[in-house]
């Protein structure tokens, strides 16, 4: 998913912090070419990886 920069990897990482899923994934589909199924298994990913981290 080459389409999310780093910046916007932030942005989403700051909202589901904020337990803002849903605006995380609106985020991605507004500001890359993904599509809305694409955008919540990236957001879906993204929050295993920080759950993980933890």
């Known amino acids: ?3 999310i920069t780093p910046k916007l ?3 989403v990482i700051q909202l589901l912090k904020q337990n803002k899923i849903l605006e ?3 985020l991605i ?3 890359t070419e993904l599509g809305l199924k694409d ?7 993204l ?3 920080l ?3 933890k």
């Open 39 to 45: 955008s919540k298994e990236y957001v879906d990913e």
């Open 1 to 3: 998913m080459s389409q």
């Open 47 to 49: 929050k295993v990886r």
């Open 24 to 26: 995380a994934i609106k």
């Open 9 to 11: 990897e932030v942005e």
């Open 29 to 31: 589909v507004t500001n």
């Open 51 to 53: 759950k993980n981290s």
